[in-house]
C-alpha cells in the first residue's frame, strides 16, 4: 500500500443499526477499490471485515475492523462497527479514531434505536456526516420516507444529494440533485439519461433546500441568492465542503450494497466533502511542559499516536492499533509509552486490511495503522516521544451492568481461563473479571447476555477452555436486632491434658454496618485470664465469615466478654476459641439474626412514552422510585432504590420494554433489612445448600 500524506487521508465510521448493511457496504468498497476481486456476503461468512468464527458463525459483526481502501488517490481507512448494543464499547472505540460517519440506514427498516443512537454519538464527537440508505434494490425501499423521517428528527439540515430514479419497481438510476442529471446503471456502466418527470418537483425542493444552505455560508451568496442569480457547480461544492464539516449540513444518499449501485458516487462524496485530518483538532497534555499541546495531525510536529484498539488473537498475535496525532511515524522508531512508562522499539509498521497485516513504512499525522506486539501497551495509551512526552485523554467507554457468575468446567483450566480472560479484557474494554471473594464466586461482566454468551463461545472456541455461567449470589449479610446473653462450656476430656474454655457473652447490635463486630471485656476478678482475651476475639473474628442464620458474613454485632471459668491445667487459647465460638452462634440465634440486602441506587433513563411501564417494572422488582428528571430529547431519567436481587435479567427486559431505547446505570448505595418472605426462602435455600456441600458452594 502506497504512504499517503495527511492531506489525502480520510477516516470514515460506518455506524447504524444491527443488519442495516455496514459490513456488506464495506466489502463493496473494497470490491470497488480492488482490494479484493469477488464480494464475499455476510451470510456466508467471507466478508473482508467479519473474519472471526465467531462473527463468521453468527452473521453478524462482534468487533470493530478496519478496512483502508485505495481511491483516486487517496486513502480511505473504512472502520466498520458492529450494530447490536451488547457491542457499543467497540462503536465507542471506532468512533474516537474516526473524522467522519456515514450512518447506514436500511432502506426497507427506515429509522432503527441503532440510527437514533448513532446520531447522538456523532453528535457527542461532533463528528460529520453523511446518511445512507441501504438496500435500494428490494421493492419496498423507500429513500423519500427516509428523508422524511430523518428531517422531523433532526430538523431542516437533511440534505439528499441523490434521488433514486425506479422503473418498474426497480432501482435503474439516481439524480444528482447539484448538478439536476439523470444517470442510469447499465451493467457496471453509468449512463446519463433525463430525470423523470414524476422526480422533478421532489428535486426543485431539494435543490432549493442545498441552495438555502450554500446561500447561508457567506453574506456575499445570500446576496445573490436573494437576487436570483444561480451558482456555479464549483461554489455550490465548496460551500457545501464547509458544511458538511462543520456539521449544519448532513447529506443523504443511497445505493445497493449487494449490486455496487451508488458506490462510486457515495466513495467520491467522501473525499469532495468529508475532512481530511488536517482540518481538525486534537490536542494532548506535554508532561514536561504541563501546557496543552496541540498536535491537530501536524506532520512537522513531534510524534505522538494514540492506542484507539487492541486486538489479541491467537492466530495473529496482539496489534495496537493506532492513530497518528502528529509527526511521521517511521520503521523502527523508539515511542515511549506515558501511560506505562516504558520506551519500546515499534519494530515494523502495518495497516490492517480485516485481519490481513500489511507492512508500510511509515504513516503520516491522522493515518491510522497497527504496531505488532508492543508488550505492555494497553487500549486508550498515549504515545510519544522521550523528549516530547504528550498524554492524551482517553475516550469513555461505555460500563458493563449485566454479570453472571462463571465456574470452570474443568478444574485444572482455570489458570489458562484467567489468562484467556485477561487476554479478551484487554481487547474489549467492557468484558470485566471480579474476585467476589466474600462470597467465593467470580464474576464475568458485560454489556448484556449476547455479549456473555459471544465470550463463553470464544473462549471454548479460540482458547479451547470451558467455562459454564449460572446465577450469581447476592452479597446478603446478617446481623442482630436484639440484645442475648449466653453462656458456653467447652470441656474434653481425654488421656493426658483435657480441654477447658468456659465463657459468658453478651451480644447487641453495634449500631455500625460497615464493620462485622466489635469486641470488649468486662470481666472482674480474673475469672477469664487476660492470656485467653485474644483468643476469645480469634472466635468471633472467625465466626463472623460464616453467619448461623444462613452462612451469610455478619456485620454490626457488639461482642462483650464479662464472665467465664478456667482450669489452670486444661485451659488453651483452643479452648476458649473454640468456647467463643459455639457462644457466637448460640448468641447471634437468640438476638432476633436478620438478614440484610444489597441495596442499589439506580438511574434509568428512557423517552417518555415508556416511563410507565418502567415505573410499574421497577414496583414488581421491589424498587423505590425516588424521582424523576427531564432530559433533552423528550427523555426522563427515573431514579429508584432496588434491591440487588431484582437487577437479575434488567437489562434484556428493560431492552424488550423500550426496543433497546433504554439505558441504566446502578451503583451500591447501602445494606437494608430483607422482607420476612426474602428472608425465610433465602435461608431455606441456603440451609438446603449447606446441608447437600458442607464445604459450602
Known amino acids: 500500500m502506497n504512504i499517503y500524506t495527511t492531506d489525502k487521508i480520510r477516516n470514515v465510521v460506518l455506524l447504524g443499526h444491527g443488519g442495516s448493511g455496514k459490513t456488506s457496504l464495506a466489502e463493496a468498497f473494497g470490491y470497488l477499490s480492488g482490494i479484493t476481486s469477488r464480494m464475499g456476503k455476510v451470510d456466508d461468512g467471507n466478508t473482508l471485515s467479519d473474519y472471526s468464527k465467531e462473527e463468521q458463525k453468527r452473521h453478524f459483526s462482534i468487533s470493530t475492523s478496519v478496512i483502508p481502501i ?45 440510527t437514533q443512537k448513532a446520531w447522538e454519538l456523532c453528535e457527542k464527537y461532533k463528528l460529520p456526516r453523511f446518511i445512507y440508505v441501504s438496500n435500494m434494490d428490494v421493492d419496498n425501499a423507500s429513500f423519500r420516507q427516509v428523508v422524511e423521517d430523518m428531517t422531523n428528527l ?53 435543490r432549493d433546500t442545498l441552495m438555502e444552505a450554500v446561500a447561508e455560508t457567506s453574506e456575499e451568496f445570500m446576496e445573490r441568492y436573494f437576487g436570483g442569480e444561480t451558482f456555479s457547480e464549483a461554489e455550490i461544492r465548496a460551500a457545501l465542503r464547509t458544511n458538511v464539516c462543520d456539521g449544519s449540513i448532513v447529506p443523504m444518499t443511497m445505493g445497493s450494497n449487494i449490486l455496487c449501485q451508488g458506490m462510486y458516487t457515495l466513495l467520491d462524496d467522501i473525499i469532495k466533502y468529508m475532512p481530511s485530518p488536517e482540518n481538525r483538532e486534537v490536542a494532548g497534555i506535554n508532561l514536561k511542559t504541563n501546557e496543552i499541546y496541540h498536535a491537530d495531525y501536524d506532520f512537522a510536529k513531534a510524534k505522538s499516536a ?121 481487547e474489549d474494554l467492557t468484558i470485566r473479571v471480579v474476585n467476589d471473594a466474600e462470597n467465593r464466586q467470580t464474576l464475568l461482566y458485560g454489556m448484556g447476555d449476547q455479549h456473555l454468551d459471544i465470550v463463553v463461545s470464544r473462549l471454548l472456541n479460540e482458547y479451547k477452555v470451558e467455562i459454564e455461567l449460572s446465577r450469581p449470589k447476592i452479597a446478603y449479610k446478617e446481623t442482630i436486632k436484639k440484645q442475648s ?145 427531564p432530559m433533552s ?10 434491591p440487588m436481587s431484582g437487577l437479575f435479567g434488567y437489562c434484556t427486559d428493560l431492552r424488550s420494554m423500550t426496543g433497546g431505547r433504554g439505558d441504566y446505570s446502578y451503583e451500591f448505595a447501602r445494606y437494608e433489612q430483607t422482607p420476612s418472605d426474602v428472608q425465610e426462602k433465602e435461608v431455606a435455600a441456603r440451609a438446603a445448600k449447606v446441608a447437600e456441600n458442607n464445604a459450602d458452594d
Open 633 to 642: 430529547g423528550g427523555r426522563q431519567i427515573i431514579e429508584a432504590d432496588i
Open 306 to 426: 494514540y492506542i484507539w484498539k487492541t486486538i489479541v488473537d491467537p492466530f495473529i498475535g496482539k496489534y495496537s492499533l493506532i492513530k497518528v496525532n502528529s509527526g511521521v511515524l517511521k520503521t523502527d522508531d523508539l515511542l515511549y509509552n506515558v501511560d506505562r512508562d516504558i520506551e519500546e522499539k515499534i519494530g515494523k509498521i502495518y495497516v490492517l486490511q480485516g485481519n490481513k497485516p500489511i507492512e508500510v513504512s511509515e504513516l503520516h499525522a491522522g493515518d491510522i495503522g497497527a504496531l505488532a506486539k508492543l508488550t505492555a501497551a494497553r487500549t486508550g495509551n498515549s504515545l510519544s516521544t522521550k523528549a516530547t512526552t504528550i498524554k492524551y485523554g482517553k475516550f469513555d467507554i461505555s460500563t458493563p451492568y449485566t454479570y453472571m457468575r462463571y465456574k470452570p468446567k474443568n478444574k485444572a483450566d482455570v489458570d489458562k481461563i484467567s489468562q484467556a480472560l485477561q487476554k479478551m479484557t484487554h
Open 70 to 114: 485505495e481511491w483516486e488517490g487517496y486513502k480511505i481507512n473504512i472502520i466498520d462497527t458492529p450494530g447490536y448494543f451488547d457491542f457499543v464499547g467497540e462503536v465507542e472505540e471506532a468512533v474516537s479514531a474516526a473524522g467522519a460517519a456515514i450512518i447506514v440506514v436500511n432502506g426497507k427498516s427506515g429509522i432503527e434505536v441503532g
Open 485 to 629: 446473653d449466653v453462656e458456653y462450656k467447652y470441656k474434653k476430656q481425654s488421656g493426658g491434658h483435657g480441654q477447658y474454655g468456659h465463657v459468658k457473652m453478651r451480644f447487641s447490635p453495634s449500631g455500625d454496618l460497615t464493620k462485622p463486630y466489635e469486641f470488649a471485656t468486662e470481666v472482674v476478678g480474673g475469672a477469664v485470664p487476660k492470656n485467653f482475651f485474644p483468643a476469645v476475639e480469634k472466635g468471633i473474628q472467625e465466626s463472623v465469615g460464616r453467619g448461623p442464620l444462613a452462612a451469610y458474613p455478619v456485620v454490626g454485632v457488639k461482642a462483650v466478654l464479662y464472665d467465664g471459668s478456667y482450669h489452670p491445667v486444661d485451659s488453651s487459647e483452643m479452648a476458649f476459641k473454640t468456647a467463643a465460638i459455639q457462644a457466637f452462634k448460640k448468641g447471634v440465634m437468640e438476638a432476633g439474626p436478620v438478614l440484610l440486602e444489597p441495596i442499589m441506587s439506580l438511574k434509568v433513563t428512557v423517552p417518555d412514552a415508556y416511563t410507565g411501564d418502567i415505573m410499574g417494572d421497577l414496583n414488581k422488582r421491589r424498587g423505590r422510585v425516588l424521582g424523576m428528571n
Open 154 to 206: 433532526y430538523g431542516k439540515k437533511m440534505a439528499p444529494f441523490h434521488l433514486p430514479i425506479r422503473e418498474n419497481e426497480k432501482f435503474v438510476g439516481y439524480i444528482n440533485v447539484i448538478t439536476e442529471s439523470g444517470n442510469r446503471w447499465e451493467g457496471k456502466e453509468v449512463v446519463p439519461c433525463d430525470v423523470p418527470d414524476y422526480s422533478r418537483a421532489n428535486l426543485q425542493i431539494c
